[in-house]
């Protein structure tokens, strides 16, 4: 190169000069010499920062950190494989790619947009089957099921579960009554939708799975049947206060009849046990009492007789006539009865 020299001093390597200037006559030192030099040692110096860098660069490349809250799905060459321990892991540079994949509950709105609950008609406004239009918010909760299929089965797989949501519900809101899927119908309508996008989750088989799906809200598209359906359900809210009442009443009554009827039944139970056991007593001394006429009949007749007048001979007035003739009465209203009387005569 033009206005290069280099000069070589053997002096500058003997022992104890540590300066190679040191002793040499500098007057004549060219200026540019030490500029180039000072040039070499900067690039070295940065090369070396460079190549620190660099390494560096490949070193943080060697690994990652996973946490709780999320999938990885490491690829080789485009082969995927999941990884769902938390923790820190070790890959291949340039070699080795990491996605992450959220595990929590996501949610989708249907109908309404989330933020503003602005209204979506083309998504809210459906047919019933009585032929009645309804305006139906739902919100469906999925969550990612399996990394690799979310990540490569699929281009979209939000949008396919939002599509198939849709069809679903439309489908499911057709098969009923306006009534019911504004009033009393939203469990069996919530659960039927659910089940019908699981089994369908599960055939496309794209790594997403619903986890719950709830209508937010469901309203009449007009003020006039909104204000018809308010009337419905205040009158049905009184039909049941009406039954509960009902039913309060049912249950303090039944107890109290229920008691009185089996304090009926068990004074007739105890007159009809005192009945019985006189009526087995009657029949026993009657068969004592057969007993005894067939070994003595003669003599059980005589004593029949004597207690039979022992029991009607007290009740009996005697009353002795003019003409001599004795009359039993058994009836003590004659007794009041004035007899009368002949030459001053007559008496009891």
């Not at 001093?9 to 040191?22: A, Q």
Request: with cysteine.
């Amino acid at each position: 190169m033009a206005g290069f020299r280099f000069d070589f001093d053997p002096s500058m390597f003997r022992r104890g000069k540590k300066d190679p200037h040191e002793g040499m006559d500098t007057t004549n030192i060219d200026p540019g010499r030490n500029r180039r030099q000072i040039s070499l040692k900067d690039f070295s110096r940065f090369g070396i920062i460079l190549l620190a860098g660099l390494l560096l660069w490949v070193a943080n490349g060697c690994w990652y950190v996973l946490d709780e809250d999320n999938y990885a799905v490491l690829t080789t060459f485009g082969n995927p494989q999941a990884v769902s321990q938390a923790g820190l892991h070790f890959k291949l540079p340039f070699v080795q790619r990491v996605y992450e994949v959220s595990k929590v509950i996501q949610g989708m709105p249907i109908g309404y947009v989330e933020d503003t609950d602005i209204t979506i008609p083309e998504e809210s406004i459906m047919i019933t089957k009585d032929f009645n239009f309804v305006n139906t918010d739902f919100y469906l909760e999925y969550m990612v099921s399996d990394p690799v299929k979310y990540l490569f089965a699929s281009q979209d797989p939000e949008g396919t579960l939002k599509m198939l949501a849709q069809s679903y519900i439309r489908d499911t809101v057709g098969i009923y009554n306006v009534d019911d899927v504004i009033t009393t119908g939203k469990a069996v309508i919530q659960s039927e939708i659910k089940e019908k996008l699981t089994n369908r989750m599960i055939a496309e088989d794209i790594g997403l799975s619903v986890v719950n799906i709830t209508i937010q809200d469901a309203f009449p598209p007009t003020d006039e049947v909104l204000s018809a359906f308010k009337n419905v359900e205040n009158a049905k809210q009184g039909k049941e206060t009406a039954v509960n009442n009902a039913n309060k009443d049912r249950n303090e009554k039944i107890p109290q009849a229920e008691a009185a009827c089996d304090q009926i039944i068990q004074s007739a139970e105890a007159v009809k046990q005192a009945r019985v056991n006189e009526a087995q007593g009657q029949a026993e001394r009657f068969s004592q009492m057969y007993a005894e006429y067939e070994k003595y009949p003669l003599i059980t007749k005589q004593r029949m007789f004597y207690e039979a007048m022992e029991e009607v001979l007290p009740e009996l007035k005697v009353y002795i006539t003019d003409g001599g003739t004795q009359t039993l009465l058994p009836l003590e209203s004659f007794s009041s009865i004035t007899i009368p009387q002949e030459n001053g005569k007559g008496g009891n």
